[in-house]
């Protein structure tokens, strides 16, 4: 557990951030716009690599694979999990006029809307979280090749 600290205190951050950047949106009218979603795979990919940076350090300059993955999936994770959370709680509690908005936007045909925005919101977070570990690893991981 006590490897895992540093990727939930990271995790907990991005999440703020993730909410933060929402709020902001929210107050600007902009948050039924999909496209300014796309920044929040900057925030999270920002929290991974700053896990991922700081994990190395710790180990003195090493990195292997499987240590820095667990690290950078984990934060995504835990970030994506508090952010869906949130969101959930936003949609249904905060501004219930939220769905009906987002549906006149984005679908008119579907019986359970919310449930497919919650999903989406998750499985967006965690392919996210996947993809950019596994490109910032190519960065960080310890080589095994000799140096010349």
């Known amino acids: 557990m006590k490897n895992l600290t540093l990727p939930i205190r990271?995790?907990?951050?991005?999440?703020?951030v993730l909410?933060?950047?929402?709020?902001?949106?929210?107050?600007?009218?902009k948050h039924t716009n999909i496209f300014y979603s796309l920044f929040n795979g900057i925030i999270t990919g920002f929290g991974i690599y700053e896990t991922?940076?700081?994990?190395?350090?710790?180990n003195n300059g090493k990195l292997g694979y499987g240590e820095g993955f667990k690290?950078?999936?984990?934060?995504?994770?835990?970030?994506?999990?508090?952010?869906?959370?949130f969101?959930?709680?936003y949609a249904t509690e905060l501004n219930a006029s939220f769905l009906g908005?987002?549906?006149?936007?984005?679908?008119?045909?579907?019986?359970?809307?919310?449930?497919i925005v919650f999903f989406t919101v998750a499985i967006m977070?965690?392919?996210?979280?996947?993809?950019l570990t596994l490109s910032f690893?190519?960065?960080?991981?310890?080589?095994?090749?000799?140096?010349k």
């Open 71 to 85: 690290a950078g999936v984990t934060t995504g994770v835990v970030a994506t999990i508090l952010f869906t959370i």
């Open 137 to 147: 690893m190519q960065l960080f991981k310890s080589s095994n090749n000799p140096k």
């Open 19 to 29: 909410i933060a950047y929402f709020l902001i949106l929210s107050l600007l009218g």
């Open 101 to 115: 908005e987002l549906s006149e936007v984005w679908s008119k045909d579907y019986q359970n809307f919310e449930g």
């Open 125 to 131: 977070g965690i392919a996210t979280s996947l993809v």
């Open 10 to 16: 990271f995790g907990i951050v991005t999440s703020a």
């Open 52 to 58: 991922l940076k700081i994990t190395k350090l710790r």
């Open 87 to 89: 969101f959930a709680i």
